[in-house]
């Protein structure tokens, strides 16, 4: 049944549409279009038999202002607007009137469910629906908000399908764009962070090893990589060096590496280009690059070169395991690392250069109590100002300036505002040659030097200052001078500089200035020009508006031009003289000079801000007490490298407890005690240990404190100044071993030497006899002194160095065999008495034994054994053939030889050795079984 109202509005649509022939109404595209179609071949037939619910439906298609298709009939009969034109593209005009699954077949597997649940009657609303479609012959994705909705034929059922769509494609995009954009944005964030962090950890470091080895370890775990590499290149561009590395759980590489070895990405570091590999599997399979790194466990690679003048010096290599794609932002991070290690390295050694030229000198230069500087005269600065930079300076010195070691610094950036007079004293007593005294105020540092200028270097323009504080007694002078000019002040009548100015204040009737501005006794049009500074006279001319509008007192302290034209500074106050209506007759005023306090508190803040700045740049601890609560007042950032504590969390609370609490608990009572005699005035320099909270290590600190009094003595601040004094602690140390290890060895030298003087003497028959065996036996000695005096703290010598050492020198022709693994450490203790008694082996081989003719062959042959406790023994057979030996009694006494007794008697009593000794008829069979060093040397990075 149809619904009455529905059949009665459809009638009254019926006729209006009569009445309004042609239709469909209105001069729109697509209105033209269906009126001009061949309807009459599609299943809906021609317009004029078509169901009115099908006019009224196209009706409201074309007028949507937004893209509208209408789909009729069970064919699904393309019907839609001028919007929907434009969707359409290039399947537009051939789409109208066209079945909507053969105009659209690449979504017919997304749409006809959909169009199932439609004709059911549902409405269904979709946001941001994926429906790629076919433009500019091409299917792209594109993203809709649609609205379905059933269209109803006369008598109320579905007919068709009602759809209006607007695209979302830009908008899905933007977002996508901005979500990508602020992915970059986080990478490039964290890579900042890494290199900010990286930058601390480098900056406290002074050794160029400890700095490439931290780097490299910090860019391996933030990469996550499997290896990480400072390569250095020699000289030839060839060989590569293997430095300090980061690997995770790989096998070390070998120590030096063939450039060429890495074929073209070899070529890529020597022309600077970065060398990226993403997956070896995809490199050619002759590739020397893939075969190289294949070798190394590496299946990605990124490199980056540093050259340096042209010349490649330096690789910085990362690898993975396993395939990566590389980022541009790693690419970047890597080349910003490899930078910072070249630089801060390079900067480390020409420190660690500069340290050791100051030190020949610095020990003179302290111990005077005058200041002593030198100075070298700069090329021009580009703003054409002169300058000299600090070669070497003093404590005495460093204290007259209130400074640091300014050592290398220029004269100009630490003290800018120095006036020119200085250069000019400077300039003139290189020129001349002859020593400069003077009497000077520096004022930038508040102090009266007397001075002497000396020219000690002058191809490179060198100066020796050598200064002397006379501050005290200029100041006293200069008390007195002041003293009498403030008696002449006070009997002046007048304190204040009196003026009258006009209501508006165009002209100043009247000035006294008091020798400080130009008086003025006429009428002054220009008093502007005068006396205040073009720059000053908006803010200046605002308060007087104010005060004008207001009739109320004028104040302010501005600057004003002085009568001898220099700028000063006045504290003016003017008040309103009214008239009997209440206008402003003129203005009456005062000022005074406040210059001094201006100046005064401008160098204030100047010092405060070079403290500051001092403070911030110095290694050592600097601090500020105050002298009753003893807390913190400033703590310098070098607190939280040598204390190992944020300084926010040292000031918080009690700062005074939370310091003690870091001293060793033996230390703290002296420390309380140098603190006690800081705080009642006197100069304190102590030494403390802590535990450095970061790492848990002991530093060991030197404090040197000292009181900040008031103009009346009395205690305010205290101060101190904190260095980390550990390493000079190891130094000691380290200097007590060394010279116990030196005694100790010396005495066994000299009980050796005395013990082969006094066999030799025994066994000689004459002076000539004596001095040949002598002096062989003491070379001998001398050879193997020389091989323990080059050794390190850890270091042992091996018995493949020793025995060799003993025929370096015999031209054997093949007759002499030594045979034996390398590398068999030996007990120091053990190195002169062995090395004595193969030197007399092979003597008496070379004299009496198998040596002594050309048929004679001499073999030496050892292994390492172990025994049932795992101790370590050198086996040494010592076998000689080819040659009888000659009757005993022709070359060794009854007794027998040093050789013989050193073998059988002093290595088994002095070393514990298990020895023989056979005398055969071919030739001499000695054996050696000699407990050896358990000793394996660190590993060296």
Known sequence: ??????????????????????????????????????????????????????????????????????????????????????????????????????????????????????????????????????????????????????????????????????????????????????????????????????????????????????????LGQHLGVSRAHYIEVSDDTETLRLGPSYTDNLPPLPAELRLTAFGASGEQYRRGEVMVMNDRAAEPPDSRAAAAFGAIGAEASLGTPLLKEGRLVAIVSVCQSHAREWTGSEIALLRDVAERIWTMSQRAEAVSALRESETRYRTLFDLLNEGVMILEKLPLRSDGLRDYRYVAMNEASQRMFGTGDLTGQSLRDNFPAQDEGWYDLYDQALETGEVAR????????????????????????????????????????????????????????????????????????????????????????????????????????????????????????????????????????????????????????????????????????????????????????????????????????????????PRERALAGDSFANWLDLILPEDRDGALTMIRRVTAGERTSFEYRITRQSDGRVRWLRDTDFPITDEFGRVISIGGIGHDITAEKETAAQMNVLVAELQHRTKNLMGVVRSITERTLRTSTDLAGFEERFMDRLAALARVQAMLSRLHEWERIDFDDLIRSEFAAFDGEGRVVLDGPPGILLRSSTVQTLGLALHELATNAMKYGALRTPEGKLAVRWRLERDAEDVRWLHVDWRESGAPIPPMAAFLPASGGLGRKLIEQALPYQLGARTTFDLLPEGLHCTVLLPVSDHVPPLQS
Not at 74 to 84: A, K, R, S
């Open 1 to 218: 049944m149809t619904d009455p109202a529905w059949s009665v509005w459809l009638l009254e649509m019926a006729c209006s549409m009569r009445a309004t022939e042609p239709w469909p109404l209105g001069d729109g595209e697509m209105t033209g279009m269906i009126r001009q179609h061949d309807w009459a071949a599609t299943p809906l037939g021609p317009i004029p038999g078509w169901p009115l619910s099908l006019r009224l439906m196209v009706d409201l298609t074309l007028s949507s202002p937004v893209a509208t298709i209408l789909l009729w009939g069970p064919e699904l009969i393309q019907i839609y607007n001028d919007p929907w034109r434009v969707i359409m593209g290039h399947k537009h005009p051939a789409a109208l009137g066209q079945p909507t699954l053969e105009c659209f077949p690449e979504i017919t597997a997304t749409m006809a469910p959909l169009y199932q649940r439609m004709w059911a009657g549902e409405g269904i609303v979709m946001e941001n629906m994926l429906l790629p479609i076919r433009r500019n012959a091409q299917v792209r994705d594109a993203w809709w908000n649609v609205h379905y909705m059933p269209a109803r034929d006369d008598q109320g059922g579905v007919a068709g399908i009602f759809c209006t769509v607007v695209e979302t494609t830009q908008a899905i995009a933007a977002a996508r764009e901005r979500a990508s954009a602020v992915a970059a944005l986080k990478i490039d964030e964290r890579r900042r962070e890494f290199i900010l962090a990286l930058n601390d950890m480098l900056r406290p470091l002074d050794d160029p090893e400890d700095i490439k080895k931290t780097a490299i370890m910090a």
């Open 438 to 645: 003077f009497e000077r105020e520096a004022i930038l540092q508040g102090v009266v030097l007397q001075m002497y200028l000396a020219r000690i270097d002058p191809p490179k323009g060198r100066l020796m200052v050598v200064m002397r504080d006379v501050t005290d007694a200029t100041r006293a002078e200069e008390a007195l001078r002041m003293s009498e000019e403030r008696f002449r002040a006070l009997a002046t009548a007048g304190a204040n500089m009196i003026y009258r100015m006009s209501p508006g204040w165009e002209v100043m009737y009247q000035l006294q200035g008091l020798d400080f501005l130009a008086d003025t006794s006429a009428p002054s049009f220009d008093w502007w020009d005068v006396y205040i500074l073009p720059e000053d006279r908006p803010t200046i001319a605002a308060a007087i508006g104010r005060a004008i509008r207001d009739k109320t007192l004028f104040e302010m302290e501005h600057r004003v031009r002085l009568v001898d034209g220099e700028i000063g500074w006045v504290r003016s106050r003017a008040i309103p003289i009214l008239d009997e209506q209440g206008d402003i007759r003129e203005w009456f005023g005062a000022g005074s000079d406040v210059t001094d306090r201006h100046l005064a508190e401008e160098r204030l803040r100047t010092a405060e801000q070079r403290l500051r700045q001092f403070g911030e740049a110095s290694p050592d601890v600097l601090w500020i007490r105050d002298a009753v609560t003893l807390a913190w007042t400033y703590l310098s950032p070098a607190f939280e490298t040598i204390y190992g504590m």
